[in-house]
């Protein structure tokens, strides 16, 4: 039985996103049987239909590549990892397989109701956050990159129960102030632009 989040949260950065995965359905998540990944979401930058300019094969072409990633939620830092490098970037966006953590650089927000926020793909020595910090929902925590197994520069996020990526209990994501293709809503999906109000 899936479970919802009691905290409401903002997506992880400004401007319009694009879900390129994940969502609150079986057929709408990218990770259904990775089970701490079920309820995931993959925001990527989306201008045109194109994910970036130019040479595809160069991470810092994405349109997402640089941003700030903000806090979605209130809560302290309990994890961070940094120092890997971007994996490689390919214009046709096939996965990467340079890291042999599929998260990258990552950390992780522990919000009220026990609930952990994880954001992976970070860009390397961008954090402006350590562990201990209290962070308010819209901080910058740091930049996005393309570390991990990735298919391009984006963002990785989820909620879980507990601090394990890969087995912690999921939880479908509530957003609030977001605005989805245009309308103000607070459960969001594969295909949808969304953007924090």
Known sequence: MKKKTKNKYIIPSEGLWYITYGGYTKKDSHSYDIYGQRWAYDFDCNVNGEY?????????????????IIAPVDGFIVDVVDGIPDSKAYSDMRVSWDSSDVRGNYLIIKAKYGEYCTICHIKKDSFKVQVGDLVKQGDILAEVGNSGRTKGAHIHMQVNKGMDFFNSEPLVIVFENIIVNGKKKNLIKVNDFVENR
């Not at 300019?53 to 590549?65: A, K, V």
Request: charge should be negative; avoid cysteine.
């Open 52 to 68: 970036y300019h130019d040479d595809g094969n160069i991470n810092e072409n994405y349109y997402g590549y640089g941003k700030n």
